[in-house]
């Protein structure tokens, strides 16, 4: 198994991508492009774009929720770095070894090397401490900011893609990816970033319609079904991956574990709330309606 581990990741920053299931197409995309003598990478464009437009969706849909968009653009100010500075420790931490031999080498997140669930665990800290200081419930802008999450992931793991990382093992099922090495060499491997991202996608439209459909009845609803429908997929993936973390000498994935846990706890809280009646009127978004119309007509 070991050595054909290395010959994947020997031949993957050179290789030409190929999809069997769409015929003979084959791409070799770059990793970067240069703007006045400077290589911006694609890995670092994605993933700045899927949270713009992760931020772009919520504050349109933040009042949904209850929340007014300045009071989301202002998480977001604290959020996404220190999300990027989250997601990047706890790679960095579970490959300490690797980057104490070179420790200038931690700055270098344009080649790749973020965790996820480092930056929720960092992003979770940034809402508790916002919302506490605005008096925002959290449950209600966890269900919003979610969204927003699923986007980010849709989109990021697409910089994967251009740097030829975050696949599986050797496979060969109808969706392979092939990846073919200058020397003509061709390594076929699961697409695991590919899964990831249309699992994504489908949890987001469920949400999307789950909010709009009306059937959201408590706050956090939706970050615990974010929680339960990502954490299944995520171990389900995990398990496909060669790059995993471990937990030091162990064989124990460690995004596999985590994910297992959000899953369990995460459906455990559903079913728990699915047996009690809701008050719709409790709804964050629903008291301050009825808050604001109340001043309206006191006003009037």
């Known amino acids: 198994m070991f050595p054909i581990l290395t010959a994947i990741q020997t031949i993957q920053r050179d290789s030409a991508i190929s999809f069997p299931m769409l015929g ?16 911006i990478y694609f890995y670092g464009v994605l993933i700045a774009l899927g949270f713009l437009l992760a931020i772009l969706y919520c504050g349109r849909r933040s009042r949904a929720f209850g929340i007014e968009a300045d009071d989301f653009y202002d998480l977001m100010l604290w959020l996404i770095p220190l999300s990027i500075v989250g997601a990047r420790l706890y790679f960095v931490l579970f490959r300490l070894e690797d980057y104490l031999a070179d420790p200038i080498s931690v700055l270098y997140i344009h080649e790749g090397g973020l965790a996820i669930y480092g930056g929720v665990i ?3 800290l940034c809402v508790v401490f916002v919302c506490r200081h605005k008096k925002i419930p959290i449950p209600a802008m966890l269900d919003l900011t979610v969204h927003g999450l699923l986007i ?11 740097n030829r990382e ?7 099922i109808f969706c392979r990816m092939g990846l073919t090495a200058p020397d003509g060499t061709t390594i ?3 697409p695991t970033f590919l899964y990831e991202s249309l699992w994504n996608l489908c949890g987001f439209l469920f949400l999307l319609r789950f909010v709009k459909s009306g059937r959201r009845k408590y ?21 496909l991956r060669t790059d995993s973390l471990y937990i030091a000498g162990t064989g124990i994935r460690v995004s596999q574990l985590l994910s297992l846990v959000l899953v369990l ?11 009690r009646t809701h008050d719709p009127a409790k709804l964050y978004v629903n008291q301050n309606t009825a808050s604001n119309n109340k001043e309206e007509h006191n006003n009037g």
């Open 24 to 39: 003979n197409f084959s791409i070799n995309p770059p990793s970067y492009f240069t703007v006045f003598g400077r290589n």
């Open 152 to 162: 980010g992931q849709i989109i990021g793991r697409w910089g994967n893609f251009m």
């Open 122 to 124: 960092a992003g979770l």
């Open 188 to 190: 076929y491997v699961h």
């Open 219 to 239: 706050d956090g609803q939706c970050a615990l079904l974010y929680f339960f429908w990502y954490g299944l997929g995520r171990a389900w993936i995990e398990g």
């Open 166 to 172: 975050a696949f599986g093992a050797e496979t060969s």
């Open 265 to 275: 706890a995460a459906g455990a809280i559903l079913l728990v709330q699915s047996r």
